[in-house]
């Protein structure tokens, strides 16, 4: 038993390296693939159709499988498991499920430009595992005392709104037709309160007026959808005047689907639809919760509560198998428009060839300078403190993020990081 057990063990740390660092990237279509004379493979047809095509293949067990940031692979159409979840708001971290750092490139650079090019190169290599990156963060951050400000453009919506659109054009850069990653707005909306005074983000009320949503909250979010064509937009765990934003028809459908033309997903920020009921009672049973999810909007959970659910959610009739194709459909859609239905990614003309040698480049490194000069704020400087006087000052000691105590902490730190 014990000598059968540490055989599997091996065998399974075998495929897990093959997989991490094989140099593969998991994609699906091409000469070989089972499915290379089906719709979804016909890389000439428009993304939706060839999603719509996909789904209509896949059983009900399998497509409650894809509804959750870590989704199965169906092995007889060819289409490998696919880890939705990635960060990138400092340069690539190895938060989330997506990215890894164990080949050809172990540290990446900062900033949007080089954070999408540098996924493409680490997808080529198969270091990646999915090109859904969860950022930029786009709250508008009002008090310092709310926590996580550090990831946001500040209390301005104009502001944030123009860096919301930066950005996201430069993770999903202007091939037409293809995304070279996508990104993802978070967390929708009057999400700015992390912990504060008692209050955490999982069961926040925020009551706010249509106008301030309107005026102050709304905007980076729009224009992150509107201007940008962001492929995503998260929503956040807080109520909005006591509905909870992922279960929020109103927010996922009419807004970013309806108003602001939403093409692409609406995934939850991580575990929001089981925090629905764990946290804020907003739904009686589990089934209930998935349901009220995704006839709301949303199209992907991060975790794996629809996942676990959603089966016994259809056979309960708490929502329809057409609920789940059109949150899948827009998933795969996505997936399509990243070019993971086209056969060996190496191949494709925009992004194929970028590699190891694209990343931490000298024109990278020169932007993440740029940028870390260009983001100093000096709030005041009493008594003319700055510059320091190098014949009186004779130590230093620098405190705040990314400074750390060792150089482990620091090497984590400068990938990313717990500051994504
Ligand atoms: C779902 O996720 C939780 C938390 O990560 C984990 O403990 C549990 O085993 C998972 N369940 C399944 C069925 O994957
Ligand atoms: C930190 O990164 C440097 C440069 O990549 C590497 O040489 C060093 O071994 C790393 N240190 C630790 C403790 O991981």
């Known amino acids: 038993m014990a000598a059968a057990a540490s055989v599997l063990l091996v065998l399974t740390a075998a495929v897990l390296l093959l997989l991490v660092e094989g140099g593969e990237p998991p994609y699906s279509c091409g000469p070989r693939s089972p499915s290379s004379g089906y719709a979804f493979c016909d890389a000439r047809l428009p993304p939706a159709r060839r999603a719509a095509d996909l789904v209509s293949r896949l059983t009900a067990a399998e497509k409650v499988a894809q509804l959750g940031d870590e989704a199965g692979g169906v092995a007889r159409l060819g289409v490998p498991p696919y880890k939705w979840w990635s960060e990138g708001l400092h340069g690539l971290s190895y938060w989330g499920h997506g990215m890894h750092f164990n080949g050809a490139v172990t540290a990446i650079t900062s900033f949007p430009q080089a954070i ?13 595992e999915g090109l859904t990156i969860w950022s930029p963060n786009v709250n508008i951050y009002r008090d310092p005392r709310w926590g996580r400000g550090q990831e946001t453009p500040g209390e301005d919506p104009t502001t944030a709104s123009k860096y919301a659109v930066a950005f996201v054009k430069g993770l999903q850069g202007s091939t037409p037709g293809t995304l070279q990653t996508s990104a993802c707005c978070k967390h929708a909306t009057a999400y700015d309160l992390e912990e504060w005074n008692g209050v955490a983000r999982y069961n926040f009320n925020a009551k706010v007026t249509a106008q301030d949503l309107a005026d102050t909250f709304n905007p980076p979010f729009k224009s992150c959808v509107v201007d940008a064509k962001a492929s995503c937009v998260m929503c956040a765990y807080t109520d909005i005047n006591g509905v909870p934003a992922c279960a929020s028809s109103d927010l996922l459908s009419k807004t970013f689907r309806g ?29 209930d919760t998935v349901a009220v999810a995704i006839k709301a909007g949303l199209d992907l959970n991060c975790g794996n509560y629809t996942q676990v659910h959603g089966m016994a959610a259809l056979q309960q009739g708490k929502m329809r198998e057409s609920d789940v194709d059109r949150a899948l459909t ?5 997936r399509m428009r990243l070019g993971h239905f086209d056969g060996d990614p190496r191949s494709n ?3 194929g060839h970028l590699g190891a040698a694209d990343v931490c480049t000298q024109a990278h490194r020169d932007l993440a300078l740029e940028a870390a000069q260009d983001g100093i704020v000096l709030l005041k400087n009493d008594a003319g403190a700055l510059p320091l006087d190098r014949a009186t000052v004779t130590s230093s000691f620098l405190n705040g993020i990314g400074v750390k105590d060792s150089e482990k902490e620091d090497n984590a730190s400068a990938r990313g990081g717990r500051n994504f």
Not at 330 to 334: H, Y
């Open 349 to 351: 003309a925009a992004y």
């Open 330 to 334: 827009n998933l795969f859609a996505v």
């Open 259 to 287: 108003q602001w033309g939403l093409d692409g997903y609406v995934s939850s920020d991580c575990d929001a639809v089981a925090l629905l009921r764990d946290a804020q009672r907003y739904a009686p049973t589990p089934e």
């Open 116 to 128: 999408g090019t540098e996924a493409r190169a680490l997808y080529n290599l198969g270091q990646a």
